[in-house]
């Protein structure tokens, strides 16, 4: 049966690049990969065939052979030592699903760490320096993060024999896969390290100082260049990502660059007006409250909030009052307030209270109407 053309196989137009053709092969491959179709027979050859037209169309020198001279133009070239056949190709593209690593790697990078840094409101807004202790995993100073005996090297892996992979036949084909005994390196330890035993890195606290930039906030993170755990076999170290909580305040709540706070007052300078003093990161200033100041309302106090890490102004600070109400009252103090209170019915005394009944009456009066 003459065989069919290569791009109609993967589904793609002569002009496709290798991007696409490497996606449209992944398509067709799983599409009709003998595992997912146990009782389709032609599965398995309509595989083969998208393999075999992907190990040709995937390769420069193949495909311009085979867009010039058609099949006759690869046929020579089939099975030849310049093509590394179906097992190859499979792992090549779908290395990553299975477990398949790059070949020739050098040594693996260490893990990067996080530490939860605690500040108060003050600190993070002015910015500070301060000292922690991290655990973290360095390379052996015995072994020199080798994982050997002082005195002795690792030796070639007996699994794979130094080559870091394995390959893993799967019925028709085979994946190469990252070794399960090295684990990828190609060494084993066959003396260990008395300090290590064998792992190559030991535990140990770390002294750093951190300095933390005027305006961080929860969430922010100071990053920490090398200053993770060690690699073994003499990788990179990985990094330390200080992670920045800032703990609740007794006083503030901050929302980006603003500050807000709540700012009791009593009734008399809520009716007559006053003039206290509140509290702000730079120490204390003097708020005003205008005679007839309703409980909620906001004063805003320009410049007194935080200066955000990442350029800008500083924000305000939105002190928000609330009329507290007298507790604990002695008999004559609640006799002046019965004599206040008759002396103050009177709508425009109380204009929210008069326009809330007239509403409530209002609506009662709909339903007997």
């Known amino acids: ?29 799983m599409k009709h990969h003998p595992d997912r179709n146990p009782d389709d027979e032609s599965a398995e050859e309509k595989f ?28 020579a070239q089939a099975g030849a030592g310049g093509g590394g056949g179906f097992g190859d190709v499979f792992g090549d593209v779908f290395g990553d699903i299975f477990g398949g690593g790059g070949r020739g790697r050098g ?11 605690q500040l108060d409101l003050e600190e993070a807004a ?31 892996c007996t699994t794979c024999h130094g080559a870091g992979q394995v390959r893993v036949s ?29 792992n190559g890195q030991v535990e140990e606290q770390k002294t750093l100082s951190v300095k933390v930039p005027a305006g961080v906030d929860t969430g922010d993170r100071i990053r ?25 305040h007794a006083i503030f709540q901050r929302d980006g660059a603003n500050l807000y706070c709540e700012v009791p007052i009593g009734f008399a300078d809520a ?14 200033v003097k708020l005003k409250i205008p005679p007839e100041t309703q409980t909620g309302k906001l004063f805003r106090m320009r410049g007194k909030g935080v200066a955000p890490v990442r350029g800008g102004g500083p924000g305000d600070l939105l002190c928000r009052v609330t ?21 103050l019915h009177h709508d425009k005394h109380s204009p929210q209270r008069t326009s809330w009944f007239k509403g409530v009456k209002s609506f009662f009066d709909s339903f007997s109407g």
């Open 1 to 29: 049966m003459a065989k069919r053309d290569y791009y109609e196989v993967l589904g793609v137009s002569e002009d496709s690049d290798a991007k696409d053709i490497k996606k449209a092969y992944r398509r067709v491959a």
């Open 126 to 156: 002015k910015g500070t320096k301060t000292t922690i202790r991290v655990p973290v995993k360095v390379n052996c100073g015995e072994c020199k993060g080798s994982g050997a005996r002082k005195g002795t090297s690792p030796i070639n």
């Open 48 to 75: 083969k065939e998208a393999s075999e037209a992907y190990e040709v169309l995937s390769d420069e020198q193949k495909r311009a052979a085979y867009d010039r001279y058609g099949h006759e133009g690869v046929n």
């Open 224 to 248: 920490l260049s090398g200053e993770g755990e060690g690699a073994p076999g003499g990788g990179q170290s990985g990094d330390l990502y200080v992670q920045i909580v800032v703990r609740d």
């Open 323 to 343: 009329v507290e109400t007298p507790i604990k009252l002695n008999s004559k103090q609640k006799e002046l307030i019965r004599e206040l209170n008759e002396s």
């Open 107 to 117: 040594p693996a990078r260490g893990a990067d760490l996080r530490y939860d840094l």
């Open 170 to 198: 799967q019925g028709f084909f085979s994946v190469q896969q990252t070794c399960p005994q090295c684990r990828g390196r190609g060494k084993m330890i066959a003396d260990p390290c008395g300090k290590c035993y064998g």
């Open 271 to 284: 009716a007559l007006g006053g003039e206290l003093e509140v509290p702000t990161l730079d120490g204390r």
